[in-house]
């Protein structure tokens, strides 16, 4: 039985969302240990932090963004709805726009060169 093939781009998408939401449970993990409360727990968890925010830039864009339009308080109500929605949107986006570029430059790199040099 042959095994599963995946593409170049299913396998960045796939690999970026599933280390992305490996990040998420291993700073909730955090969260709750014993370790969240000394120095280590919070170096740890800002390195998981940033880790998410170097990975995912639209997501940190749009928590800016949204903190610059309706201030520092928490939304609340369909304002948090809606916001949860264009944050699942970009987060999945993101990592499709990124596996598309990856498997663009892949096959590019595969072509042969014009005039067989």
């Known amino acids: 039985m042959r095994g599963l093939r995946l593409s170049s781009r299913s396998r960045v998408f796939l690999g970026g969302m599933v ?12 969260a709750i240990s014993p370790i969240a409360w000394t ?5 740890t968890g800002l390195l998981i932090v940033r880790l ?6 639209p997501l940190m864009l749009l928590a ?3 903190t610059k339009v309706w201030g520092p308080e ?7 709805i809606v916001l949860s929605i264009v944050y ?7 990592w ?7 498997e663009r430059l892949a096959s590019r ?4 060169a014009i005039g067989g040099a």
């Open 19 to 30: 280390g992305s939401g490996l990040l998420l449970v291993a700073f909730f993990a955090l």
């Open 39 to 43: 120095r280590v727990g919070n170096t």
């Open 52 to 57: 998410f925010e170097w990975l995912n830039p």
């Open 64 to 66: 800016w963004l949204s």
């Open 74 to 80: 928490p939304p609340h109500g369909v304002r948090q």
């Open 88 to 94: 699942l949107a970009l987060f999945v986006g993101w």
């Open 96 to 102: 499709w726009i990124v596996a598309l570029l990856v």
């Open 109 to 112: 790199a595969k072509r042969p």
